[in-house]
């Protein structure tokens, strides 16, 4: 994101104390651990998050991505958020503010050779987070926000959001070897927003044990050989993907003492191999998949509806996942040997497998030479998107199990009340317990049967016996008979309606009334702004204020809690605001926690009448 300094950055101006109070409570919305923080050295942590000078400017960055920058009176940036309008991302700490907070973001841990390459705008890769050895790997979804610490370091040197949830790079460390990102990169240490602070020193504890600088790791005197195997395979000190002079490293140039156990080699290959390729590779790995594309994606049957394709489009939505599983995957134009796409398809041209053509600065394929013998002779190979396929569908019922066995149950059961507790006395049931329609029919059948109460003539019909008309009637009403689903109907409705929400298996907990529903209201605000409201989550146990965190995050916007008006205020009821139109989003993360699709209401107040 900050890998190069930003394209354009408007000029600074201190914040009113409307809008930082605005800022701090954003901040604290979306950081709640930071209202319990005690102050540090006599310091409230509200004036730490929002000195006193605190300004703001607009920006954009080298990738054309505009957005908001805060940083102290002397020009430490401190937060910013992505996004052209003030509700359109979270709100994100940098690095300077992460080290004064170091837990206030969770974070996984990479090896400290791969802290370079974030540093030079690379992602974090899947193989460069260590879930092993006892290394803890918070329960993050994708999307959310996370820090990155570099092994044996207290204090984070990177933020960015997960490129697939944490359950994912974790199951899939069985693969041989893992492929993809795990984290996209916003800012890291020593990047270009860095630089525009005090570039300060790494705080004096911020390693965890003895270890030595992080530019010094690898060249860390005989010590560090003198360690028993276990403890080399845990820590990794000999790999590295580059050396000084940006060399590839190979198992040849370890230390002969540094003899760690398979496992902790192959992790190491793993972490090399995620990130060296050679041009060679890359040129026959992007032929490859070009091939692929070819034969099996922009096939003669559907060519007609397909071209002509720009090139770009060719390279992003067609060649890039069908690369071939493994190093493959790290193939990419810029590394090859003709570095421009419009290069390499020119190239591809000349061997008669496809025609181009230039239009309007673009290059765009027209057609395909499907027996071009090199085509006809590819065999095929597993691919990116296959992977990314069959990974969706792991994720998906893995989803869908954990809503299921966290799937709430709804329970709709009737008291008798002083007008039905003579039936229940009769049949001896007791006149305070609950049941349900099905218990309901079985007791009246049960009763119906034992007195011989139906009619010989219909048996739909039953005739009333003294207990059951004192049970179905009200004052006023009287009948020698009725049809057998009317007696149900009006048993049930002479008696208290109760019900009971929990999780399955729980002992039910009834409570007066019918179960009410979850409310999601879509509607437009002042300056034609659109925003969704939700109410009524209390009724399913959802947790308001981390509902309203997990928001903020799966909606990129602003989110503000508030008393449902109109409520009593016994009841404690509040209302969560989102901006933008966010239906969708909301109902997935409802039902995500097991609440039924039934018992969620929609309203959009946006559409015409």
């Known amino acids: 994101m900050f890998k190069k300094p930003l394209a354009s950055l408007k000029s600074f101006s201190p914040l009113r104390s409307s809008d930082k109070r605005r800022l701090r409570d954003e901040i604290l919305a979306t950081y709640p651990v930071l209202r319990d923080m005690e102050p540090i050295n006599d310091t409230p942590i509200s004036a730490i998050i929002t000195p006193e000078g605190l300004q703001s400017a607009k920006f954009t960055s080298h990738i054309e991505e ?98 697939i949830s944490a359950r994912a790079i974790v199951s899939s460390r069985g693969s041989l070897p893992p492929r993809g990102k ?96 050679s041009t060679e590779e890359v040129d026959r ?100 998107e296959q992977d990314a396929a069959r990974q969706a569908r792991v994720e998906a019922e893995s989803s869908q199990a954990a809503a299921s066995a966290k799937s709430f149950e709804i329970l709709e059961a009737y008291r008798p009340n002083s007008t039905t507790a003579g039936l229940f006395e009769v049949v001896g049931k007791p006149k305070d317990g609950y049941y349900t329609l099905y218990e309901l029919k079985g007791i009246l059948a049960g009763y119906i049967k034992e007195k011989q109460l139906a009619d010989t003539r219909n048996q739909k019909m039953v005739r009333l016996d003294s207990v059951l008309q004192e049970a179905l009637f009200k004052r006023g009403e009287e009948s020698d008979r009725l049809p057998r689903d009317q007696i149900i109907e009006r048993l049930a409705s002479n008696m208290v309606l109760h019900h009971s929400i929990g999780y399955k298996g729980q002992e039910p907990r009834f409570v007066k009334g019918g179960a009410k529903s979850i409310h999601i209201t879509q509607e437009l605000r002042t300056g034609r702004k659109t925003v969704t409201k939700v109410s009524g989550l209390e009724y399913f146990l959802v947790d308001v204020d981390a509902f309203g965190q997990e928001l903020q995050v799966r909606c990129a916007g602003s989110v503000s809690i508030t008393p449902l008006a109109g409520s009593p205020p016994r009841l404690n009821l509040r209302e969560v605001m989102v901006q933008g139109p966010q239906l969708k989003i909301i109902t997935a993360a409802l039902e995500e926690k097991g609440v039924p699709k039934k018992y969620i209401e929609f309203l959009d107040k946006t559409k015409k009448r």
């Open 285 to 384: 790995y992007l032929q490859d998949a070009l091939l692929q594309v070819l034969k099996f994606k922009i096939t003669e049957e559907v060519s007609k509806e397909l071209l002509p394709m720009s090139s770009s489009t060719l390279y992003s939505s067609y060649v890039l996942p069908n690369r071939a599983r493994g190093r493959a995957a790290e193939a990419d134009i810029k590394k090859s040997s003709w570095k421009k796409l419009a290069k390499w398809l020119k190239a591809v041209e000349k061997q008669d497998l496809i025609k181009c053509k230039e239009v309007r600065g673009e290059l765009v394929l027209l057609s395909i030479n499907w027996g071009h013998p090199t085509l006809k002779a590819f065999d095929g190979q597993k691919t990116v």
């Open 66 to 163: 505009p957005g908001t920058l805060y940083t102290d009176n002397e020009g430490t940036p401190l937060w910013f958020k992505i996004g052209a309008g003030k509700n359109d991302s979270i709100i994100v700490p940098t690095v300077y503010t992460l080290w004064k907070f170091p837990n206030l973001v969770p974070g996984l841990t990479t090896w400290n050779p791969v802290v370079d390459k974030l540093r030079n705008g690379a992602d974090l890769m899947i193989p460069g987070v260590i879930t092993a050895n006892n290394t803890e790997v918070p329960d993050l979804e994708e999307g959310a926000l996370v820090t990155i610490f570099a092994r044996g370091n207290k204090y984070p040197l990177g933020v960015g959001t997960m490129a």
């Open 182 to 277: 795990a984290v996209h990169i916003l800012h890291v240490h020593d990047d270009q927003l860095w630089a525009m602070g005090s570039k300060l020193d790494l705080p004096a504890d911020w390693s965890q044990g003895t270890k030595v600088p992080l530019d010094e790791e690898y060249e860390s005197s005989g010590e560090e050989d003198d360690k028993d195997v276990g403890e080399l395979a845990n820590d990794l000190e000999s790999v590295s993907v580059t050396d000084r002079k940006g060399k590839a490293r190979t198992s040849d140039d370890q230390d002969p003492h540094h003899d760690a156990d398979n496992e902790g080699q192959a992790l190491e290959e793993r972490v090399v191999e995620a990130i060296v390729l």
